[in-house]
């Protein structure tokens, strides 16, 4: 019984010629980024950027601009901006790492006082030995940590090095992905049978989505980023840029990454300015800049993704992240949407009387 119903089940989504093409291809995608994503990491950052740059460079078309001069206009822009954030922003946060470390040993000190206090008014609950001893670890392993961000070792070498590798690389791509586009499409396409409408209509709207959401993206993170960092520069919140920038990324993961990134700005405001207002007023901007990117900024630059239930989106990243880490997490709403394109649009034969009585 269990045969037939399978062999049933196969033959309903699976008769097509287009579907097994398409599952092929998918299958070949999945294989290709499981076993050598590692290794095509620049590849797939160069992608993501000429994504990004795409839309600058059809907008400049627009306006009857020559293809090969809208991609040296956007590129040369690319380069600067690349430039002014390796020589300028990297160092800045990168000494704010640093002092951040040291100063960590020194927090969790005036967190002990705070805390010694609690076995007093809480005896049967809290003893001042397990006070000491949760302490004496998190002094421990916070040491560990900043000698290892601190101290420059042999061992990170071949990490700058494989930086300096991207750092050649990515640009080189992005210029070539942008400036020759249609060859590269042309031969992708060349090596595909020619019958191919359904995987075709599968790429047009996962071609449309994913441009969406990629530049969608890395707007949000700009914009939050940046009004992220004029409020605490404003309040006077030490380490500004540093906890800005990690709101800015804390977007990539929906509803999780803004969670975990409030630790430590509240942490830091509070080992600054204590219980006051101006701890009172930090926390109330921050949870609007959050209130206000979930509400309107994400509507309107999202606007043409199709709409995910929360479940599905958190489902998403927990499932992609796991598989691909910090790229399965950036891409989990973008392939979250692939399957939800491919539940609609997978062709089905219907069910024939037999079938249905069996």
Do not use: C
Request: hydrophobic share 55%; aromatic share 12%.
């Amino acid at each position: 019984m269990i045969p037939q119903v399978v062999r049933a089940w196969f033959h309903r989504y699976f008769s097509d010629p287009q579907a097994v093409l398409l599952a092929a291809l998918l299958i070949a995608g999945f294989t290709v980024v499981l076993t050598m994503g590692a290794m095509l990491a620049p590849v797939l950052a160069s992608i993501v950027l000429a994504y990004l740059l795409e839309g600058l460079v059809r907008q400049l078309q627009r306006r009857k601009v020559p293809r090969i001069a809208s991609v040296l206009l956007v590129y040369v822009l690319f380069v600067a901006v690349l430039l002014v954030i390796v020589f300028g922003l990297l160092p800045v946060l990168s000494r704010q790492v640093t002092q951040f470390a040291q100063e960590l040993p020194n927090m969790v000190s005036q967190g002990k006082q705070l805390l010694i206090q609690l076995p007093e008014r809480y005896p049967n609950t809290l003893s001042v030995e397990q006070v000491n001893e949760l302490f004496a670890r998190i002094r421990s392993e916070l040491g560990t940590v900043g000698q290892s961000v601190v101290s420059f070792s042999l061992s990170s070498i071949p990490g700058l090095i494989t930086l300096l590798v991207y750092v050649i690389l990515v640009p080189l791509l992005v210029f070539f992905f942008l400036k020759d586009k249609g060859v590269i499409l042309h031969w992708v396409t060349s090596l595909l049978p020619r019958e191919r409408s359904l995987p075709t209509e599968v790429w047009q709207q996962m071609d449309v989505q994913i441009g969406n959401y990629v530049r969608g993206k890395f707007w949000e993170i700009l914009i939050v980023g940046g009004v992220s960092y004029a409020v605490f520069a404003f309040l006077g919140l030490e380490y500004a840029p540093l906890l800005a920038v990690l709101v800015g990324l804390s977007v990539i993961i929906p509803y999780i990454g803004a969670t975990v990134v409030t630790f430590p700005v509240a942490l830091v405001a509070y080992f600054q300015w204590g219980w006051g207002d101006q701890f009172g007023w930090l926390m109330a901007a921050y949870l609007l800049i959050q209130a206000l990117d979930g509400n309107v900024l994400v509507p309107l630059l999202f606007s043409e993704v199709v709409n995910l239930h929360p479940v599905a989106i958190i489902v998403a990243v927990l499932v992609f992240g796991g598989l691909w880490g910090l790229w399965g997490v950036f891409f989990a709403i973008p392939l979250a949407t692939l399957v939800k394109v491919l539940l609609t649009t997978w062709p089905r034969r219907p069910i024939s009387p037999e079938e249905a009585s069996a």
